[in-house]
C-alpha cells in the first residue's frame, strides 16, 4: 500500500491528526509525511486545521473531505441493483414501474418550482443543468444555432438504468413534461448504448 494510501486510511479511522502523529504511526520523518500530505492536499482529497491547544502557535492537524470517498469502497450500486430486484420480485414489473413514475413525478414537482417564472427555453435548461449538476450527472447545456442540448457527461443512476431501462424512459418523460409548452425534447446519445454521454435535444415547437 502507498504511503498516501496508508495516510487516508489511518485519518479514516481515527480523524484529524497531525503530521507528528502520522509519521510516528508510520515510521517515517515528519518532513517526509508532510510532503505526502502535501500531495494529497493538492489532489483536494486532505484539509487542514489549525487548532489553539495552550500557548504557542496553533497545532495544524489533516482531515480528510469530501472527494476522498472515491477511496474508499461503495457498494451503492450493487445495493440499488439488489433492490430492483427485490422489488420486482415481490411487486412485480408492474410494482417497480410504479416506483419509477413516483420517482418521475417528484422530480417534476421539485424541478418545476425551481423553474417558476422561466418562460424561455434558456433560461429553463441553465436551471436544469444545475439541479442535474447538483444530483452528480455532470450537466452542461449547448446551442447549435437554434437548437438547444442537454449534455449529461455521467449518469450516477447507471446500475439502476441498466438494470431497468424504465428508468431511462422517464427521465426522458421528465425532461419532455418540463418543456412541452416550448420545445420538444429528443435523446440523440446515451450512456447505455455505449455513447460517452447522454445528449437531449431540445428544439423550439415550430406553429405550421
Not at 36 to 55: F, K, Y
Request: hydrophobic share 40%.
Amino acid at each position: 500500500m502507498k504511503t498516501t494510501d496508508k495516510i487516508i486510511q489511518l485519518l479514516k479511522v481515527h480523524g484529524p491528526l497531525t503530521a507528528k502523529t502520522l509519521a510516528e504511526e508510520l515510521a517515517l520523518t515528519t518532513m517526509g509525511v508532510r510532503q505526502h500530505l502535501q500531495a494529497l492536499e493538492d489532489t483536494g482529497d486532505v484539509d487542514i486545521e489549525d487548532r489553539v491547544e495552550g500557548r504557542g502557535r496553533p497545532t495544524r492537524y489533516w482531515t480528510l473531505t469530501e472527494q476522498s470517498r472515491v477511496h474508499f469502497a461503495d457498494r451503492h450500486e450493487e445495493l440499488t441493483v439488489q433492490l430492483i430486484d427485490s422489488v420486482r420480485m415481490i411487486f412485480g414489473d408492474q410494482g417497480l414501474n410504479k416506483l419509477i413514475d413516483h420517482r418521475e413525478q417528484s422530480a417534476l414537482i421539485q424541478y418545476r418550482a425551481a423553474m417558476v417564472g422561466a418562460t424561455d427555453i434558456p433560461t429553463r435548461l441553465a436551471i436544469l443543468v444545475q439541479l442535474r449538476s447538483n444530483e452528480g450527472y455532470m450537466a452542461t447545456m449547448e446551442q447549435i444555432g437554434g437548437i438547444y442540448f442537454l449534455l449529461e457527461n455521467h449518469c450516477p443512476i447507471c446500475a439502476a438504468a441498466t438494470k431497468c431501462l424504465n428508468f431511462c424512459r422517464s427521465e426522458l418523460q421528465l425532461f419532455q413534461q418540463l418543456f412541452n409548452d416550448i420545445a420538444v425534447v429528443s435523446r440523440e446519445e446515451h450512456i447505455i448504448e455505449g455513447a460517452r454521454r447522454c445528449a437531449y435535444k431540445i428544439e423550439v415547437i415550430t406553429l405550421k
